[in-house]
């Protein structure tokens, strides 16, 4: 069986997106190559999680209100409301409200400033 080993963002301005994931995630990010591309460390090889990649939109993103054309990664966070939050103050915005999943957390979508879809999830079996 195959596994996600890593992801990539793209990202039409990276400066903004770099700005928004170490706010909201707390990710770092470094250059890497001779083209507009940087490493995402999303923590501890210890935990859980994979790392990723942002590199700069090859092309326009896609209209507002168009379905998703990508995979979504959902991120674990301690709280699911802090982080809608946090966000929304970094410039995105709320694209699926917090909402139960039963037995497993809550969860939420944003978008972030390039209108990525991002999935965030606070584990909770009392969730639903």
């Known amino acids: 069986m195959s596994r996600v080993i890593h992801f990539e963002i793209h990202a039409s301005q990276p400066a903004t997106l770099i700005l928004f994931y170490e706010k909201l995630f707390g ?3 470094s250059s890497w190559g001779d083209f507009p591309y940087w490493l995402v ?3 501890s090889a210890a935990s859980p999680g994979i790392n990723g990649g942002l590199m700069q939109r ?6 507002a209100g168009q379905g998703v054309n990508a995979f979504v990664c959902t991120v674990d966070v301690a709280n699911v409301e802090d982080s809608v939050a946090l966000a929304l103050t970094c410039g995105g915005e709320l694209a699926v409200p917090m ?3 039963a037995g497993v957390g ?3 979508y944003v978008k972030d400033p390039d209108g990525n879809l991002v999935g965030l999830m606070q584990a909770s ?3 639903g």
Request: no cysteine.
């Open 41 to 43: 460390d999303t923590g």
């Open 27 to 29: 990710w770092t990010f």
């Open 106 to 108: 809550w969860l939420a």
């Open 58 to 63: 090859p092309g326009p993103a896609a209209p």
């Open 99 to 101: 909402t139960a999943i």
């Open 125 to 127: 079996a009392d969730a």
